[in-house]
């Protein structure tokens, strides 16, 4: 028997709802379960202050305290530990229910006390924890102190990376209020209901359902398991009784027949799992979770299936991190990197360097982009230094994350492969015996999803370590040219037969407000990343990675700028600007049009190199990306013709005159009787 200690807490959390506007009304009655939001008044200051009259500042959650400062470029931006504090009110009247703080992302190391008593630390910021302050809390008002640090260590990952690691609680925080018989919040932050996918295909699909309980006492309960369907109809009902030598987990079984199936973008579909724990035939507690029905592969030589059919793993990869915010997004942050890769036409995307917040997993399981998610094991590129150290309590951090990472998204029908490691090196501790042990332990914990990794070495490193490979690489960016990148594929294809293989990094850096006449390749490392150059490496990388399904994923580095502290390079220091998108999102690099004229079926027509406004040549190409057939261009309302798009859903007019001044440039198509047109203007000096 493991029950915990029958304790009586009495809570009325009014003051919480008051001060957090966007706490949901209290349905206890119907649930046994409040989570309410925690994320408002919270009082911030550095962990250096040691004075009675602190100047604190009061701030909402999501926040990072590194948010503007690494706007500056400061390489050694404030990696330092600070303290958060705020209060919650338990008022007498409400009797034997327990309480637990759930943390989403605390970056990157947590201590928490509840007056002032340490109740729990969890290492890691970018994956969720909860932690049980039922004993803690006492009647009337009571503290909560959160000690973060983002302080450098070499026992919790990650040790390296070209990303910020913006310190502090950069993501939401709630209250969870439950009867004293609950589904575990604290199963490594689960939702504590794992869908388990045993058998699916069109005829029939078999989900095992495990339920991890947290149970106070001897109570006679059952667990009602309902299927409902996209429209919320319920499909299948199931109750257990749990039984007293069940009182840690449940399984029970859904079958069907003729399922629905999750088909990434071009359906997919969603079910809902919804359990119940009762007592005495009342609610007690209910936990909710999507449910998509789907199957995958992955062959060496023909690429990715889903459910049976190739589909071809194209996108990006995501780092959460927007200017002036840093990693503190809200939910529109999210959705608006959402409607980006919509807009783009990506099929999939890796969401890079670390477990990505809640809310984005659930934008990717609703519009179907298929995922690749990791944990935040990264070496240090082509800067020195390690991403592994051969230590116990690194090693221990590390399946700790891995073990947050799977158990939290278990029941994300996007996510299909699980990251490793990114660009770990060789000539310092060899990670490659504990890279074995965490493929077992990701096999262990999640049979149904394959194991991958990123790396920069040779195409005979790290090849029996994972289900599958990628590689990242930059031809025509830090060295090499654009299509050599065709060559390495079909080598490494070759090199490695029987292994997966993908691209799991390709990218230039560009700026919108350089331009050349022309290509000129620039310097990695220099301050000149003219637009025209990104996007002839990416012209150039799609050409040849299109032409070669065997690569099962093909993710763009990077769908937006992100910081960078190490950086001193581009139009500023402090980022990366390999993004097809501004760090601030405003605009749209020319190869972001260029995917998504070849990826997007939606009819469009763009005008490349617009903003290469002032021209000193009066013979110029115009460039067009468009996925309709064909446009006619005009230049200062003079018809110059009509041009067919090619194979890359590009036209180009060649020796077009410009003349000296203003020349409005027009290009105008018709898709379906409905006119489509874009336009710019060149000042030729
Ligand atoms: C690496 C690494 C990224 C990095 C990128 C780059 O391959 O995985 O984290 O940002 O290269 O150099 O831009």
């Known amino acids: 028997m493991h029950y915990k200690k029958n304790i009586i807490v009495t809570i009325l959390f009014l003051l919480f709802q008051l001060a957090d506007s966007t706490a949901k009304p209290f349905n206890h009655a119907s649930s046994g379960r409040e989570t309410i939001p925690f994320n408002k008044d919270w009082q911030f200051y550095f962990a250096y202050n040691?004075?009675?009259?602190?100047?604190?500042?009061?701030?909402?959650?999501?926040?990072?305290?590194?948010?503007?400062?690494?706007?500056?470029?400061?390489?050694?931006?404030?990696?330092?530990?600070?303290?958060?504090?705020?209060?919650?009110?338990?008022?007498?009247?409400?009797?034997?229910?327990?309480?637990?703080?759930?943390?989403?992302?605390?970056?990157?190391?947590?201590?928490?006390?509840?007056?002032?008593?340490?109740?729990?630390?969890?290492?890691?910021?970018?994956?969720?924890?909860?932690?049980?302050?039922?004993?803690?809390?006492?009647?009337?008002?009571?503290?909560?102190?959160?000690?973060?640090?983002?302080?450098?260590?070499?026992?919790?990952?990650?040790?390296?990376?070209?990303?910020?690691?913006?310190?502090?609680?950069?993501?939401?925080?709630?209250?969870?209020?439950?009867?004293?018989?609950?589904?575990?919040?604290?199963?490594?932050?689960?939702?504590?209901?794992?869908?388990?996918?045993?058998?699916?295909?069109?005829?029939?699909?078999?989900?095992?359902?495990?339920?991890?309980?947290?149970?106070?006492?001897?109570?006679?309960?059952?667990?009602?398991?309902?299927?409902?369907?996209?429209?919320?109809?319920?499909v299948s009902t199931l109750t257990s009784n749990i039984g007293k030598d069940q009182n840690q987990e449940l399984s029970q079984s859904i079958k069907l027949s003729n399922p629905h199936l999750w088909n990434g973008k071009a359906d997919p579909y969603l079910y809902e799992v919804r359990v119940e724990l009762l007592q005495n035939g009342q609610v007690i507690d209910q936990r909710s979770q999507p449910l998509g029905l789907r199957y995958f592969s992955v062959d060496p030589d023909k690429g990715f299936f889903l459910n049976g059919k190739y589909l071809d793993l194209y996108g990006a990869g995501r780092h959460e991190d927007v200017s002036g915010k840093g990693s503190a997004l809200t939910d529109e942050d999210h959705d608006r990197d959402m409607e980006l890769m919509k807009e783009l036409g990506a099929t999939a995307a890796r969401l890079t360097h670390y477990p990505h917040s809640k809310h984005f997993y659930e934008l990717c399981d609703k519009n179907g982009i298929v995922l690749w998610s990791e944990i935040p094991f990264v070496g240090p590129g082509g800067y020195t230094g390690t991403g592994y150290v051969k230590d116990a309590e690194l090693e221990s951090n590390i399946k700790q994350m891995l073990k947050e990472l799977i158990r939290q998204n278990y029941n994300h029908p996007s996510v299909c492969f699980w990251g490793l490691f990114n660009e770990l090196k060789l000539n310092w501790d060899d990670p490659q015996p504990f890279i074995k042990e965490l493929n077992t332990l990701a096999k262990q914990e999640d049979p149904s999803r394959l194991t991958?990794?990123?790396?920069?070495?040779?195409?005979?490193?790290?090849?029996?370590?994972?289900?599958?490979?990628?590689?990242?690489?930059?031809?025509?960016?830090?060295?090499?040219?654009?299509?050599?990148?065709?060559?390495?594929?079909?080598?490494?294809?070759?090199?490695?037969?029987?292994?997966?293989?993908?691209?799991?990094?390709?990218?230039?850096?560009?700026?919108?407000?350089?331009?050349?006449?022309?290509?000129?390749?620039?310097?990695?490392?220099?301050?000149?990343?003219?637009?025209?150059?990104?996007?002839?490496?990416?012209?150039?990388?799609?050409?040849?990675?299109?032409?070669?399904?065997?690569?099962?994923?093909?993710?763009?580095?990077?769908?937006?700028?992100?910081?960078?502290?190490?950086?001193?390079?581009?139009?500023?220091?402090?980022?990366?600007?390999?993004?097809?998108?501004?760090?601030?999102?405003?605009?749209?690099?020319?190869?972001?049009?260029?995917?998504?004229?070849?990826?997007?079926?939606?009819?469009?027509?763009?005008?490349?190199?617009?903003?290469?406004?002032?021209?000193?040549?009066?013979?110029?190409?115009?460039?067009?990306?468009?996925?309709?057939?064909?446009?006619?261009?005009?230049?200062?309302?003079?018809?110059?013709?009509?041009?067919?798009?090619?194979?890359?859903?590009?036209?180009i007019w060649e020796n077009v005159q410009l003349s000296k001044g203003n020349n409005d440039i027009l290009v105008k198509t018709k898709y379906k009787g409905k006119e489509l047109s874009d336009s710019c203007v060149w000042i030729l000096q």
């Not at 009797?95 to 630390?121: D, H, I, P």
């Not at 026992?155 to 575990?184: E, M, Q, W």
């Not at 994972?466 to 654009?482: A, I, R, S, V």
């Not at 390709?506 to 331009?515: I, W």
Request: proline share 4%; net charge positive.
């Open 50 to 234: 040691f004075e009675k009259d602190i100047k604190k500042e009061t701030v909402t959650l999501p926040h990072t305290w590194n948010a503007m400062e690494v706007l500056k470029g400061v390489p050694d931006y404030n990696r330092a530990s600070a303290i958060y504090e705020n209060k919650f009110n338990v008022l007498p009247g409400w009797t034997g229910k327990r309480l637990f703080l759930y943390f989403e992302g605390a970056n990157s190391v947590a201590t928490v006390f509840v007056n002032n008593k340490s109740v729990g630390t969890h290492k890691g910021g970018y994956t969720a924890f909860a932690i049980e302050i039922t004993d803690a809390v006492k009647p009337g008002e009571n503290s909560v102190t959160v000690q973060v640090s983002n302080a450098y260590r070499l026992d919790v990952l990650p040790l390296h990376g070209d990303f910020n690691i913006y310190g502090g609680i950069h993501r939401p925080v709630s209250l969870i209020l439950t009867a004293k018989n609950c589904i575990s919040p604290l199963d490594y932050g689960s939702s504590g209901v794992y869908l388990k996918q045993k058998q699916v295909s069109k005829a029939s699909a078999e989900i095992e359902v495990l339920t991890k309980l947290s149970l106070s006492d001897d109570e006679a309960l059952s667990l009602k398991t309902t299927l409902l369907d996209g429209n919320k109809k319920v």
């Open 452 to 651: 991958t990794l990123a790396s920069n070495l040779g195409k005979n490193s790290y090849t029996d370590l994972t289900d599958l490979m990628g590689w990242n690489q930059y031809f025509g960016w830090y060295g090499g040219k654009f299509d050599e990148v065709g060559v390495w594929a079909d080598e490494t294809h070759a090199a490695v037969p029987g292994k997966s293989i993908s691209i799991s990094e390709y990218g230039a850096g560009g700026s919108p407000f350089k331009h050349t006449e022309g290509l000129i390749r620039p310097e990695a490392k220099g301050n000149f990343h003219p637009e025209e150059w990104q996007t002839a490496f990416h012209e150039k990388h799609w050409e040849e990675l299109k032409k070669r399904p065997f690569l099962w994923g093909k993710f763009i580095w990077v769908l937006a700028d992100f910081g960078s502290a190490i950086r001193t390079e581009g139009d500023a220091n402090g980022i990366n600007d390999k993004g097809l998108v501004t760090y601030d999102r405003k605009i749209k690099k020319d190869a972001f049009y260029f995917y998504k004229a070849n990826w997007n079926p939606e009819p469009m027509v763009y005008i490349a190199e617009r903003r290469n406004t002032n021209r000193s040549k009066a013979l110029t190409s115009v460039k067009v990306f468009s996925n309709v057939a064909n446009a006619e261009l005009w230049v200062k309302g003079k018809r110059i013709g009509k041009k067919a798009k090619n194979g890359l859903n590009t036209m």
